[in-house]
Nanobody
Framework: QVQLVESGGGLVQPGGSLKLSCAAS????????MNWYRQAPGKERELVAV????????NYADSVKGRFTISRDNAKSTMYLQMNSLKPEDTSVYYC?????????WGKGTLVTVSS
């Protein structure tokens, strides 16, 4: 079955960096667009970044442009999110998502806390 497992979250000071990973299994990872979302306490889940199947096309939310970089390694069935210049408002649970045949599959998320 489809599995998405996020890792790499943690506590980081403002201005710091973290790299998240999303390990995928149970489907042909290289064929699908992948997404990173995040959800802060008391807020709706929001799209952070998208990468196409080949990795050559990416899009970002305005709030993270220039600070976050999405990438993927199709040989390892893994997607990444490099997060630099982190701000307290980036504090959220970060999720990866794939949509197949009209159905969304989500990981369980990894918590990123940006605080001094």
């Amino acid at each position: 079955q489809v599995q998405l497992v996020e890792s790499g979250g943690g506590l980081v000071q403002p201005g710091g960096s973290l790299k998240l990973s999303c390990a995928a299994s149970g489907f042909m990872f290289s064929r699908y667009t992948m997404n990173w979302y995040r959800q802060a306490p008391g807020k709706e889940r929001e799209l952070v970044a998208v990468i196409n199947s080949g990795g050559g096309i990416t899009n970002y939310a305005d709030s993270v442009k220039g600070r976050f970089t999405i990438s993927r390694d199709n040989a390892k069935s893994t997607m990444y999110l490099q997060m630099n210049s982190l701000k307290p408002e980036d504090t959220s649970v970060y999720y990866c998502k794939v949509t197949m045949y009209g159905m969304d599959y989500w990981g369980k998320g990894t918590l990123v806390t940006v605080s001094s």
